[in-house]
């Protein structure tokens, strides 16, 4: 099972690491004709209107959505999440996504004050224990449309992680916590979908 992190910009090593420590063969991705040879795709953390930009500008976003269309299962971290939401709010101008999640994401959605935080959170799909998580310039989801399904929600209800078919995301990094539940959750959703073969 060879499992894809998008390696343009961001976090992509952590999540790498997390992967190779779950037993995961893992491959960067870079190029359009990588994406070939991987059975589930990654998509980290860092600056999704950037991240925009070089998957257009290396003729990959394309090439993405049409993967994620036909069935690649993809996990998406904060601005991960943000690249897999249909519809983004406050994005910058001009700035597209791969898409596949019904949702609307808010970027940057807890202000100035609290930029970054972390938290415990109740994720009834991983188990009994909380998941704690740190949120980074993070987004929330606003809306769950019909297809998508909340996983997990902040103590006043907002919406940071959710699953629609192949796809997760998360509005947090559990790459950097130590906290291997939803990678492995997601290797499970690629083994399950056997995607390639
Ligand atoms: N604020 C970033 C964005 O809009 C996301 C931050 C992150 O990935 N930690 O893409």
Redesign the pocket.
Known sequence: MSVGVLALQ??FREHAAVLRNLGAEVELIRRPEELSRINGLVI????????DKLARAFGLAEPLAGAVRSGLPVYG???????LADRVID?ITGQQTIGGLDIAVR??AFGSQTLSFETDLDVPVLGASPVHAV?????VVETVGPRARALARLSDGRCVAVEQDNLLGTSF?PEITGEFRFHEYFLQKVAAANFGH
Not at 77 to 83: D, F, N, P, R
Not at 135 to 139: Q, V
Request: proline share 8%; charged share 15%; net charge neutral.
């Open positions: 961001g976090d980290p953390g860092g600056e999704s209107s950037v991240m971290t904060c601005a991960g999440l943000i690249m994005g970027r940057n949120f980074i310039r993070a987004p990094h």
